[in-house]
């Protein structure tokens, strides 16, 4: 919980800067390709916070990773010398997260977590998407995953708001209402 406080704090102040700056989605798609090669490398933090290197190889690696960043956004690289002074790069997976549900905010966008009993094609991700956007009154982007204990259907989480449509979810709302009229 406290990483994803401090993480927060981080991802509101870069997202101020954005905001100056008009930088917010390039800083957005930066975190997230950030985030990602973190994800796919943890060594990279590793090294970076750890002390055992050596402080020059470190620096070196950070200005590496910063000098692939557009030359422009000076404040972004900024901030990422920051995270590295702090030893904060651990949780940039968190910052970004974080960021995202800033920009989405910003934008008018909701995000959708929709869990189905099994592998949704394109066009039902986007016809749910659509009609998701239609009820909200807000742009929905949909994070589709599988879990096949809903055994048909799908369930969508908007912050919230859940919307079960899961045959799991109808037969766990028809047990509570026999069990009701049974007590």
């Known amino acids: 919980m406290k990483g994803t406080i401090v993480a ?3 991802a509101r102040a870069l997202f101020n800067i954005g905001l100056d700056d008009g930088r917010i989605e390039d800083y957005r798609q930066a975190l997230n390709e950030l985030a990602a090669l973190f994800r796919e490398d943890h060594r990279i933090s590793e090294v970076l916070d750890n002390p055992m290197y050596d402080k020059s190889f470190r620096d070196q690696l950070i ?3 910063v000098s692939s960043i557009n030359p422009e956004w000076t404040e972004f690289a900024n901030f990422l010398r920051l995270l ?12 970004a997260d974080s960021f ?14 929709v869990i189905s009993a099994t592998a949704l094609d394109d066009k039902t991700v986007e016809r749910i998407g659509e009609a998701l956007s239609t009820k ?3 742009k929905v982007q949909v994070k589709v995953a599988i879990d ?6 799908f369930r969508a989480q908007i912050g919230s708001l859940v919307i079960d449509g899961s045959v799991a979810g109808q037969i766990n709302r028809l047990r509570d209402t026999l069990t009701q009229g049974n007590s």
Do not use: M, P, T
Not at 84 to 95: A, P, T
């Open 148 to 153: 096949a204990s809903l055994l048909a259907g």
């Open 84 to 95: 590295y002074d702090k030893r904060r790069l651990g949780i940039i997976g968190d910052i």
């Open 100 to 113: 995202q549900e800033l920009a989405d905010r910003e934008a008018g966008r909701l995000a959708a977590d």
């Open 63 to 65: 200005e590496r990773l």
């Open 8 to 10: 927060r704090r981080y």
């Open 136 to 138: 909200l009154g807000n």
